[in-house]
């Protein structure tokens, strides 16, 4: 069974542009989250999705957005971007709404300059 | 924050010992999770440990949860050069239908040969 596939793997933008971020879940899997990682923040919750429903939102800035399509897949998008979102995204999948293991894609790294 | 505390924040030992790492929480949980991360990239899931449960094996890790204490410890036993890499704790609090991790701040293992 193919594991959570993120892509781009890597993706350099300028500061004010925006990107989007693709995460493929392993097949079956309904429910999609996305975090970032950085160095002084460590792993931070962004949002979570179930049968394409948004559940949950971390603390970021409304420029952050994602969604997720009726096959599972999901994106997330970052307008108007800032040196500071340089970081690695990862998404992961689980299988059920709650309780279950969540299996990590290798990430977005995105650097912004 | 609600992020977790880990302790210690780096660990190095020789190869065959065994290795402990501890992870302090915040909030009542549905369940707490072990991942490792090699050099920035993916998160691979380790164990999940349920509330009601105390303690699980997996291999060479021994997991056990102590939510009176709010803590986890996750040990390693027999430790190889290839255990080298960061390990994180990661929980699903109580109530409600999600699968949000709240991570903590994670050990950094390295295994010398």
């Known amino acids: 069974k193919a594991g959570v596939t993120q892509t781009p793997r890597y993706l350099i933008k300028t500061r004010g542009q925006q990107v989007t971020l693709s995460c493929s879940p392993i097949?079956?899997?309904?429910?999609v989250s996305w975090y970032q990682q950085t160095p002084g923040q460590g792993l931070q919750f962004l949002f979570e999705y179930f049968s394409e429903t948004q559940r949950n939102k971390g603390n970021f800035p409304g420029r952050f957005s994602g969604r997720q399509f009726s096959n599972s897949r999901s994106e997330m998008n970052v307008s108007t971007l800032e040196l500071g979102d340089s970081a690695l995204y990862l998404c992961a999948s689980s299988l059920g709404p709650t309780n279950t293991e969540a299996f990590f894609g290798q990430g977005t790294r995105l650097t912004v300059v | 924050s609600q992020q977790g505390e880990e302790d210690p924040q780096a660990l190095s030992i020789q190869e065959g010992e065994n290795a402990t790492m501890n992870c302090s929480y915040k909030t009542s949980i549905n369940n707490l999770q072990w991942y490792r991360q090699n050099s920035g990239r993916g998160l691979v899931h380790l164990i999940l440990i349920r509330s009601n449960e105390r303690e699980k094996h997996s291999g060479r890790l021994r997991v056990t949860l102590d939510t009176s204490k709010k803590s986890s410890s996750l040990l390693i036993t027999a430790s190889r050069a290839a255990d080298t890499a960061s390990y994180f704790c990661a929980t699903v609090n109580y109530g409600g239908a999600t699968n949000k991790l709240i991570f903590g701040t994670g050990t950094l293992l390295a295994v010398q040969p």
């Open positions: 097949s079956g899997h309904r429910s």
